[in-house]
């Protein structure tokens, strides 16, 4: 299978790790990767903004520097949710090409599991863990349960987390309440984007979590921006670096 | 003002806005827990939601016949364009029967068409008769939760307007002191009242009635004891048969507040012997939005208030920071379809998270519809200058490869070098309460090209 | 001649809608949710609710239990509009105005029957002179016959709506949470509510 990897523009820039720690996985299951060098990025905070004729060249861009793949994989639930659930608004059914390239651009934990079916991933990382659920990729893509809806779903990035040895999971108050990241949001709101990112990071202080994580950076860094202005002891991790890290930490005997 | 500034206002006072916060997320806890016990939760809200959109794409036809059936009964139906024709309506009906007084039951409609300073100022003594209502009544305040009109008011401040307006103790919050206080005083007003004027949850087309729901049983008392029953309706509240009462009394109060059923779910068909029934079919816009298929299914919104209560953004600024008779998720699509200008904000007032849609029992897609509003706004110009042009900036520099990796680089550097007051600065929202990410010396792509050329693995 | 509003807003709609599209079917099917035993989920909602709920074989005994309640018995003014139960301190015949039922203490009222899901007891206005008293009094008892319906989807299978010009659903006394989310029982319409269901109604 020929994979491409799509790395968010921010992540890029800001958390080469986090593309790294998504190399490094695909490379465990034996996935022949190529990272397309004129990705830039989805242009998810144009369209978020309000602003589609901005946003169009971006999704033009994205569906032809990704086709001809047969799957595009990103560390990402807001960018593939914008990819597969949003585009829509720059395509009709006729686009054939486009629509096959967006059906095609998968999260990393459901690529994982629903792809390479992935059940158990064998390491160790022995610590505490807050599990934070990035909204898109709850309710959008469906990652997980959403605690508003009365069915249970199985949350893919915990399943993939929970067969490392020696993690446990901190119980949060509020299992799926938004960071308050929000793109623009995050400073066009400061006031309650801030207010909802400390209460996020509160809940994890009192439930224990030592390390937090999730599958979006774009919560990550607002919460670890928070936590480091705050001081506290939380370290933050893309999930991709908790398995990729897990990987190379041998199981004790 | 936009909801930014006053949900600022609404933040710095941390505990309050707290306690704001986690009074509403209890009520979201009760609706968890009421839907949990329902096993055909689920089914329920997709029932709720087919049966509006279908009464929706039939509208006409079900309003026509609602009217001539409850014209059988007796009914005096009425049609209003706007809120100013719904407010002369009601005016020329109170006037015939020389009323003085009224007692008004929680009506969101009535609330859009300020019937209430209408009605003073043409000299009627209009009493809201739901507790939170007459609360906010007193303190001279608009409601700031569709069912929840007080929430935003602590017990002291509750016992203190009481004092003064009912002569309660002073420094008494005794919630069970100050609603007996109320039940007195408001039962004087129920007996002496010349007319009641209510909404309505639901108007049945099938039969020409309608229901109103209330826990505290004012709209009954209002309406039963006075000779004259005034009934204000928005359009889009009508259900096709009664057996979908089944589907919505389900669904309603135990999304709203977490109970299996309010109190009282009153059937009215046709007036009391001896006295008059009036209904008012109010617009207001809502054709309006029927013409719109993006936001078409918003006019299934039965007004149970269960998105504001899951809405993170709502609980942390209040429903005043709106500026909209109906605030939270569903108000920020109907009120900018109706005011663009004054209500911009708005749809940004969001951080697109997705509760609202979970929660709302008739599906209505609300965050994609906050997210249409955006681009509706947009379109209309108005998403102020700022924003346009650094949307416009990016776009240009995202669609440029060597443009974005450049950029990258720059910035990267330029953090890394420049000294803490040039990055954390009033300029810098970000920074504000936040620290930027740590930049790295190199991006993604540069260690990828690297790792590429090292590796010995396959291509 | 000038347009109503009535055709105006109708106009507006029409315009407003696609051309006509086949009139989507509406099956609003279950399975509906069941309970093992009806009568005892009834009052478990019931009593969470603030009611109290009764189980007696006939009148009589739900009579003989009324004139143990102290409440009842203290009552100024008591109205009963169900045969064997409870009694009139007032003649509710000669009660032309509701308005001169203010003062009601006690009402011992119909209802048809009882939810299981939510507590709720269906009433309609053909069993009394003046709906106002299933508001008004202070104290409510409500007396029906032994039949639970599981669901509300049962109970309007059993009601033809639009017969009454008032009928509702009762679940309990009146209540609010209007300050600070305190439940208080006994807003505006009765402060307790009893229900006895007979089974020899």
Redesign the interface.
Known sequence: MKVA?F?P?Y??????????AT?KLL?HFGV?HE?P?????C?Q???????????K??AM?YVDVFKGYDYIVAPSGSCVSMVRN?YE?FFTDEDKAANDVRNRTYELSEFLVNVLNVREIKGRFASNVGIHQS??G???LRLGP??????TRPSMMTDLLAGLEGISFSKLQ?T???C????????????????????RVNDHLSAGTEVLTAGDMSCL??L???I??QKHNIRVMHFAEILAEALETPVAV | MSHPTLAQKFVDNKPRAQWHDKALWFVREKRDRMAASVPEWEDLRSHASAIKIHTMSQLPTYLEKFEANAKTLGVHVHWAADGDEHNRIVHEILKKHDVKKVVKSKSMLTEECHLNPFLEKNGYEVVDTDLGERIVQLREETPSHIVLPAIHIRKEEVGECFHEHLGTEKGVSDPKYLTEAARGHLRERFCTADAGITGVNFAIAETGGFVVCTNEGNADLGVSLPKLHIACMGIEKLIPRASDLAVFLRLLARSATGQPITTYSSHFHGPREGSELHMILVDNGRSGILAKPEFRRSLGCIRCGACMNTCPVYRRSGGHSYESTVPGPIGSILTPLQTPEKHASLPFACTLCGSCTDVCPVKIDLHHQLLAMRGFLDRKKLLGMSKKLSMKFLSGLLSSTWMFTTAGTAARTALRWMPRFAVYNPLNGWGKQRELPEPPMQSFRDQYAEHKKNSRGPS | MTQTTREKVLANLRAALPESSPLPDLPVTGPWQTFEDPFARFCEVLEAVGGVCHRVKTRDEAHQHLLGIDEWQNAAVRISEVDGIGDSTVDITTIEDPHDLENVDYAVLHGHFGVAENGAIWVTDDTLKHRVLYFIPQRLVIVMPTVIVDNMHEAYGRIKVGQHAFAGFISGPSKTADIEQSLVIGAHGARALTVFAVDEF
């Open positions: 990897l790395i523009c992540v890029d820039q800001f958390y080469p790790q986090v593309g790294m190399v490379e022949e990272f060098k004129a990705q830039t990025c242009g905070p144009m369209a978020n903004s309000g602003c589609m004729p901005e946003a060249p971006l861009k949003h608004t909204c898109h709850l309710r959008e959403s605690s508003e809806v009365m069915k509020r799926d309440e938004c308050g990241f929000g793109g623009t949001f995050a400073v066009a709101e400061e006031a309650v984007s801030c207010m909802m990112g400390e209460d860094m607002h670890e921006g928070i480091r202005r």
